[in-house]
């Protein structure tokens, strides 16, 4: 029986560890952190309970062919609650603009805000559909290791047809023409820690994804989806091993043959899969000499996604206006993007998401449980107080939580590096605003190291917890057949 040493319980070390286990191989996942699931973590302050991230559920299919795949019903382990009117956006003007999946009350508000919008919307659902369904049929599932694998006549004319030399929002600007519901269908970007200006619109299918198919949340929290995993994999035989930190991954002759843990303990292994930030990850773990294809020099040319400075506030009232899912924009969206990447600084005016999930789940919390989140650079250490920004902004939307406050935590990117050997604490890996991140991302499969994989949001298909999940699938697939 061979055997498989996953560095890493995330989403795609989980995934691949459940499918390779449940195949016959003798599979191991150590864990440095007490928890599984990565970023995927229940946080917990007094009677109020959080989800760290992500705190929005789509593509739960993927969710779901993990468990099936083990003999399990999904059911049993993640009972899903679709968010029909998911998400509520906040202009500076007072007005608002909700998304939901009901098509006739979308057509109905852009009516209102954007009548050009509203004679578009059919035509733009059908449009982010064909995105996602060429993405899904033909990049999702792959694994790429060059620019030569997409040269394959049929995948190349894909390639041109899911619009990588187009902008996001140049692709919203063919069918809305009123700003803020422009920036609310830019905000997509962020979910890959891009910027809505520079990166490809074929992410502009996460549109379908929302707006077609539904945003979801898991009872109890959505953390439950890697604790169902883990679950399944130790229910179907599989070692796992938790606050344990691996040093070393050992290369022999080009080959890798197991681990060394900081404890100095040994680990032998037919093949290792690293499930973490590939650019922190990968040259912690393998000397540079049994690398030369990612150097320390190549990793400090990637460009990091955006990374996030977070308040997790627990209330003892609840506020009738917030729902589970909430946007209070910026007056200047396009220079928010310019302070973060460009300027490298905590926006002046930023754009505020707040999921509270107590809105929709009363069992996590007494009063509301904000998870209180703005955009961030990568690398940034100080924040100076920064939460009296965000707070005083939420007060002009009659949003008063300091004199309501009960519990009060606060999360940096530096805290995220730490927690999570983050690369600059960046949440999504690589970010998406240059053309070759964005479809050549760093392989699943080393090009140095024979049996040494890697899964995660810095490989592909990419970030975000579905795609991360894939990267699990698809390397679990490799090393079967």
């Given at each position: 029986m061979k055997k498989i040493i996953i560095v890493g319980a995330g989403l795609g070390g989980l995934a691949a560890g459940v499918l390779l286990q449940v195949r016959g191989f003798d599979v191991t996942i150590v864990e440095k952190n007490g928890h599984v699931g990565g970023k995927m973590m229940p946080m917990n302050l007094g009677e109020y309970s959080f989800d760290f991230g992500p705190n929005t559920i789509t593509m739960p299919h993927v969710f779901q062919q993990v468990f099936k795949e083990a003999g399990e019903n999904p059911d049993d382990y993640m009972r899903l609650i679709k968010l029909n009117n998911h998400t509520k956006n906040w202009f500076n003007d007072g007005s608002t603009f909700m998304m939901t999946t009901n098509r006739d009350e979308m057509i109905h508000q852009l009516e209102q805000l954007d009548p050009n919008g509203a004679k578009n919307y059919e035509h733009y659902l059908a449009s982010v559909k064909k995105l996602y369904t060429i993405a899904q049929d033909q990049f999702f599932y792959r694994t790429f290791s060059s620019w030569k694998d997409y040269m394959n006549p049929s995948l190349f004319t894909s390639l041109l047809k899911v619009k990588p030399f187009e902008t996001i929002d140049s692709f919203h600007r063919r069918f809305f023409e009123n700003e803020k519901v422009i920036n609310a269908f830019n905000r997509y970007a962020t979910y890959i820690g891009s910027s809505p200006y520079v990166s490809p619109a074929t992410f502009s299918l996460i549109g379908h994804l929302e707006m077609n198919e539904g945003v979801y949340y898991v009872q109890g929290g959505n953390s439950r989806i890697a604790e169902g995993f883990a679950k399944v994999f130790q229910k179907a035989g599989g070692t796992l091993v938790l606050n344990e930190q691996v040093e070393k991954v050992q290369v022999k002759n080009k080959k890798a043959v197991g681990i060394k843990l900081e404890s100095g303990e040994k680990l032998?292994?037919?093949s290792i899969i690293v499930n973490g930030d590939l650019l922190q990850a990968y040259p912690f773990l393998v000397d540079e000499a049994d690398?030369?294809?990612?150097?320390?020099?190549?990793?400090?040319?990637f460009e990091p996604s955006?990374?996030?400075?977070?308040?997790?506030?627990?209330?003892?009232?609840?506020?009738?206006?917030?729902?589970h899912h909430q946007v209070y924009f910026a007056e200047d969206y396009k220079r928010e993007f310019y302070e973060l990447f460009e300027k490298k600084q905590l926006p002046a005016d930023p754009t505020i998401y707040i999921c509270n999930s107590s809105y929709t789940d009363r069992s996590v919390a007494p009063g509301d449980n904000l998870f209180i989140l703005v955009n961030a650079p990568a690398g940034m250490s100080n924040d100076n107080g920064y939460e009296q920004v965000i707070y005083e902004k939420l007060k002009r939307f009659d949003i008063d939580i300091t004199s309501t406050l009960s519990c009060q935590k606060i999360i940096t990117p530096s805290w995220i590096e730490k927690q999570f050997g983050a690369y600059k604490g960046a949440l999504y890996g690589i970010s998406a605003n240059r053309k070759m991140d964005s479809f050549l991302r760093p392989s699943n499969v080393s090009k140095d190291v024979r049996g040494l994989y890697f899964v995660g949001g810095t490989t592909h298909p990419g970030g975000g917890s579905p795609m991360v999940t894939i990267s699990g699938i698809n390397v679990a697939n490799l090393i079967s057949t």
């Open positions: 032998p292994a037919d690398r030369p294809h990612f150097t320390n020099k190549m990793v400090s040319k955006i990374s996030a400075y977070v308040i997790l506030a627990g209330t003892k009232n609840r506020n009738d206006s917030l729902i």
